[in-house]
């Protein structure tokens, strides 16, 4: 059962983000530390909890993160006060073993399974009894040297996996013997840390929970917490991350004994790593900046912290990395090249980075270059290539890489973790399309374009219960190129509508590239017009959402109607502004279907310009089909029957003003096209028709906050108005923009939450809407629907007969469709 201190803090942060206010301070700060006492606690508490904790952490996202960070600052700065530390003994990874021991190990393993065919982190199967402590610290080393040995392995598969887990469930008990708990937890991160670079971040999860079992079954509780933490920064899962740092320190703040130096100095690294990956270098320079005299790195952990600190620098692009990055080689050449894979690999990574991103940096073979070289000599090609193909995007491996990537990130089971998982992968999706295009490599593009393009859509989380199977993914290549689109189902579909036009734009780095899919085949463009900084900067000012129209304007003789002369060279205005947004048109299609990279899902498709810097909706049908293989779905999708229902809300009864102007201006239509029309504020169940029209309010929040307004009274919950049906239509100023999530690689917006309810196609303004427009669009409209007309040629002439009125971009260009462009009626459907 779900603590009332949980959903108290719940209530509080969804006000403050709904509500865009702070009010709610001191007692959201209040409840944040109580429930992680409770945690730090409390197991069962933990437990019942944690689920329910990260969804509303994870939901109030933009509010939440600052509190989040605003105690982890707190207790960071009073753990970094604590002079009192144990030592950290690691001897025991050197001690001697023996074949004896060796014998020793395998009969207590063999007993164990005897009763269990697997022994878990968490269990207690095992029989040290009788063993010196001689011998249980020769069988401890013997484990950890099997461990190690697997480490260092590049590929992991299931067996080697069993090994390892297996070998660390007998380690736990063991160092819990020997009063050495800290050497399992150490063991465990060196564990954690293969498995992220494996991509396999769900297993990685799964083990963290038993860890945390782990923590309060030995009284290590900040141990066990500080894993999950280690677990969920290196995923750059913020919020997670933020929540099991918070409950470490807490957790350790409680233990009646002195800290082992070992885990300050995890925690120290492990956030310096943690803000570096959530985009945050500053708070990474902080963290490096205050740590105090008496907390001493050496060796192997100063040079990791170090590099943590540079590579936070090579993040903002500093200037100086090249030159500061030679002066680390140069301090620390015995130990960079001595061989040691762990020490060369990070370092040759960075100068692939350094060479990639600073290309007048100097790699003769007197600077970056000598290490560069004796680097690749020391790390085997295979550990390495799948980061070099991603940095540099020039080898056609990168396709397998990236279906490698998407077949573990099928394990995940949550869409929270998902929009997180996906972080390296999109690096590599990246890294195709740019080879796709230096190589018009027509699949690679295709593949990039699945995560890029926000495949969180067609995700569907998986429930589990009790503490999950640890299974290792299968990688089977030509099984999943065949479940993800590829270029020859495109053709083969493309061939039904020879003349129009599958367009996908990808941003990588500061560019634009663009792939075609029409009658002349597949092209690629790299659109070098395109200025991400430019379009960055439109969405920082607001532009798009600024786009305002008006019918009449005042001068010195008072109010007059604008004249059509007027609202063209406004139009004109509009296109000069965002000159960089050309794309390559074919002007023999006849309509586009564009795939848009979720980071560019700010700018709205209908100013899309063509070569000549004309806006190409004005000409043709625009849809965004949201993905290529939701589009490969809707291809599927059944048709509206003939006798289709229709239903409106506009709650005129709210005593809403332009909610009244806009009915009389579309009351006739909806009369004579017979629509269920609703007026009330709350209705008695959602709107659940073929064609569902929703009118009211909405503020250029609206695609996070998913609020709408009725006289200045919100509706939080649209599911309260919206049922399932085949068309949406929003009459609802913003409801059609997108926004990328802060720290998330996922797109939120009204369109795909209706889109993944089942809604085939949705329509709705980008930016404000006039109330005149939609009595000038409906009627044109629901016309060409009924006149067997596919939705996107119906949206589009309906556009154009608002040009008709008023030739500005502003007007004509501010309602988008979203989803499938070829819906139609059924009767119809012959004439397709």
């Not at 509500?19 to 069962?44: F, K």
């Not at 009915?663 to 239509?669: A, P, V």
Request: proline residues 3%.
């Amino acid at each position: 059962m779900v603590s009332n201190l949980v959903m108290d803090l719940h209530a509080k942060l969804s006000d403050e983000r709904l509500n865009q206010h702070t009010n709610n301070q001191d007692e959201i700060v209040e409840l944040y530390a109580a429930i992680l006492d409770c945690m730090s606690n409390s197991y069962t508490f933990y437990k019942e909890n944690v689920p329910y904790f990260l969804t509303s952490l994870e939901e109030n996202n933009t509010i939440s993160v600052n509190y989040e960070i605003a105690k982890f600052m707190q207790l960071f700065e009073d753990l970094m006060k604590i002079s009192q530390l144990a030592p950290f003994d690691d001897t025991i990874i050197n001690h001697p073993t023996t074949n004896e021991s060796v014998e020793k190990l395998f009969a207590i393993m063999k007993d164990a399974y005897r009763i269990n065919n697997r022994v878990r982190l968490s269990e207690d199967n095992l029989d040290f009894n009788g063993l010196s402590n001689e011998e249980l610290r020769s069988i401890a080393a013997v484990l950890i040297n099997l461990i190690y040995d697997h480490v260092d392995q590049p590929v992991w598969n299931q067996t080697v996996a069993d090994n390892v887990f297996q070998s660390a469930a007998t380690l736990r008990p063991l160092m819990e013997i020997l009063k050495q708990s800290e050497i399992f937890y150490h063991i465990m991160a060196v564990i954690s840390e293969k498995l992220s670079q494996s991509e396999l971040y769900q297993l990685n999860r799964d083990i963290a929970e038993e860890i945390i079992i782990c923590g309060f079954k030995e009284n290590e509780i900040d141990w066990g917490y500080k894993h999950s933490f280690r677990v969920y920064s290196n995923g750059a899962s913020v919020h997670a991350g933020l929540l099991y740092a918070n409950l470490s320190m807490v957790a350790a703040f409680n233990k009646t004994t002195n800290l082992n130096e070992k885990y300050v100095r995890e925690i120290i690294m492990q956030s310096s790593q943690f803000f570096r990956n959530v985009n945050l270098p500053n708070l990474c320079e902080i963290i490096y900046t205050s740590i105090p005299n008496h907390i001493r790195f050496i060796g192997a952990e100063k040079r990791y912290l170090e590099h943590i600190h540079l590579n936070s620098r090579l993040l903002k692009l500093d200037p100086m990395i090249p030159i500061s990055y030679l002066d680390y080689l140069n301090e620390h050449r015995e130990s960079v090249l001595s061989g040691n894979l762990n020490e060369a690999m990070p370092c040759l990574i960075a100068l692939f980075n350094i060479k990639r991103h600073y290309p007048a940096a100097d790699f003769s073979n007197t600077s970056l270059g000598y290490y560069l070289s004796r680097l690749e000599m020391i790390v085997p090609a295979n550990y390495v290539q799948k980061q070099k193909a991603a940095i540099f995007s020039d080898s056609p491996d990168i396709k397998q890489y990236l279906i490698e990537s998407l077949i573990k990130l099928e394990q995940t089971r949550n869409t929270s973790d998902f929009v997180y998982d996906n972080d390296y992968a999109l690096k590599l999706s990246g890294a195709a399309i740019v080879y796709g295009k230096k190589s018009n490599d027509f699949s690679a593009f295709l593949l990039g374009m699945i995560l890029k393009s926000d495949f969180s859509l067609l995700f569907q989380s998986q429930i589990t219960s009790g503490l999950a199977v640890m299974t290792f993914p299968e990688i089977d290549i030509a099984e999943m190129e065949q479940k993800y689109a590829n270029h020859n189902t495109l053709i083969d579909i493309q061939k039904n509508s020879p003349i129009s036009t599958i367009t996908w734009l990808a941003a990588v780095d500061n560019s634009v590239y663009q792939m075609n899919l029409n009658q002349q085949g597949f092209e690629v463009f790299h659109l070098t017009n395109w200025s991400l900084l430019t379009y960055n900067k439109h969405v920082k000012d607001e532009y798009f959402y600024n786009l305002s129209f008006n019918d009449t304007t005042r001068d010195r003789h008072g109010v007059r109607t604008i004249f059509p002369e007027e609202h063209e060279a406004e139009g004109k205005l509009i296109s000069d502004t965002i000159e960089f947004t050309k794309i390559n048109h074919n002007i023999s299609s006849d309509r586009i279907l564009l795939v848009k990279d979720m980071y560019l899902s700010a700018f709205p498709h209908n100013l899309l310009l063509d070569n000549n810097g004309n806006f190409i909706a004005h000409s043709i049908p625009v849809t965004n089909v949201l993905s290529t293989e939701w589009y490969l779905k809707s291809v599927g999708f059944d048709p509206m029957g003939s006798s289709y229902s229709k239903s409106i809300w506009i709650p005129t009864e709210s005593m809403d003003y332009p909610l009244n102007i806009l009915l009389s201006k579309i009351e006739d239509t909806l009369s004579t096209n017979a629509f269920n029309l609703y007026t009330s504020k709350i209705l008695d169940k959602p709107l659940n028709s073929d064609i569902n029209i929703i009118c009211s309010h909405g503020a250029n929040s609206i695609a996070e906050s998913q609020i709408i307004y009725q006289n200045e009274e919100p509706l939080y919950d649209l599911d309260d108005v919206v049922g399932k049906g085949k068309i949406l239509i929003f009459f609802v100023c913003y409801s059609g923009s997108m926004q990328t999530e802060f720290f998330r690689n996922n797109t939120t917006s009204l369109i795909k939450k209706f889109i993944k309810q089942g809604y085939q196609a949705v329509i709705a303004p980008f930016w404000a809407l006039e109330v005149t427009i939609p009595g000038i669009w409906l009627p044109e409209f629901l016309s060409a629907i009924e006149g067997g007309k596919r939705i996107d040629e119906a949206v589009f002439l309906a556009n154009k007969e608002v040009y008709n009125r008023f030739p500005t971009p502003a007007a004509w260009a501010c309602l988008h469709l979203y989803g499938n462009s070829d819906f139609k009626m059924a009767s119809n459907i012959e004439n397709k």
